[in-house]
């Protein structure tokens, strides 16, 4: 009689939640919350107060993000950060498209290959600077011995105004192109073959397969990959500080520099949390923009 007295537990569903699975993720969670979402918040709290290393301070408002923009140093740093994604993002998509294609296929020589392209991407960033600082010296560096082949003055890429940024743009492609490359091989090889067996059949060119086939069938990863590289080439920062230390004249200073000599170099971390904040959106700004161009072009 007791047994019939009990309610009977009903079944549980497939899609039912088990909230004792959350233990599992509680360490990611917990993680994920201490060192990215808990900060985030932080430095947008410290972004509205005359901070310093030792207190918080007062409270100031907008003060913080209107000495910034009456700051022409941290203007420029917008700008470099801006003229440096520019260089680097398209080629590095391009690039690593065009070795992914040529890549592509079966053999000891294409795996070699794409073995030396992609070891540049595990390298520190003090080790890629100190092989580029030794190609542009100017004396007796790579670029000065090409220059001297043809009996012309080899030009000072570190300290020229005009070919600073360049240069800095010029290690960083050579450092980040194995990622792109990677991601265009993963891609290339989800491709059926049946398809271009079937083009080949109709006698279609290999420009015409390009087009009509491989491109549309890598669009997205075309672009996940620049997204990817916006989010990273904003970021700069050890190329630029290791190889020219901003120079000339502010003109290879990027916005994550300018905020490591505002809030580590002189100890206002309201106003470096505030040039943080303005990166954070312009990051996420540019990022979502592409995305939304893509998607409306493929729709």
């Not at 398809?195 to 080949?200: P, Q, T, W």
């Amino acid at each position: 009689m007791a047994e019939a007295i009990l309610p009977k537990r009903k079944p549980r569903g497939v899609h039912d939640p088990q909230w004792r699975n959350a233990v599992f993720v509680a360490p990611f969670l917990l993680v994920f919350s201490s060192l990215l979402v808990l900060p985030l918040f932080w430095g947008l709290w410290l972004s509205f107060h005359k901070a310093d290393t030792f207190s918080s301070g007062r409270f100031v408002g907008f003060d913080n993000y209107v000495r910034l923009f009456r700051d022409k140093v941290f203007l420029q740093s917008v700008w470099n950060s801006f003229y440096f994604v520019f260089l680097t993002v398209p080629a590095l998509a391009l690039i690593g498209l065009f070795l992914a294609l040529a890549l592509n296929r079966a053999g000891r020589t294409a795996a070699v290959l794409r073995t030396l392209f992609f070891s540049s991407s595990v390298l520190s960033v003090t080790i890629v600077t100190l092989i580029w600082r030794i190609v542009f010296i100017p004396g007796s560096g790579l670029v000065a011995a090409v220059w001297g082949w043809f009996g012309a003055e080899p030009p000072a890429f570190l300290s020229d105004p005009d070919l600073a940024m360049l240069a800095v743009a010029i290690a960083t492609i050579w450092w980040c192109i194995g990622l792109p490359m990677m991601l265009f091989l993963s891609a290339l090889q989800q491709i059926p073959r049946d398809i271009y067996e079937a083009a080949a059949l109709d006698s279609a060119s290999r420009w015409r397969c390009l087009t009509r086939i491989t491109l549309p069938a890598i669009r997205r990863t075309f672009v996940l990959v620049v997204i990817i590289q916006i989010v990273l080439q904003f970021q700069l920062f050890g190329q630029a500080w290791l190889l020219t230390r901003g120079g000339p004249n502010n003109l290879t200073k990027p916005i994550v520099l300018y905020i490591y000599d505002t809030a580590f170099r002189r100890w206002d971390l309201g106003m470096g949390a505030a040039a943080s904040q303005i990166l954070f959106l312009l990051i996420l700004l540019a990022a979502m923009t592409q995305y939304l161009t893509a998607r409306r072009k493929g729709d």
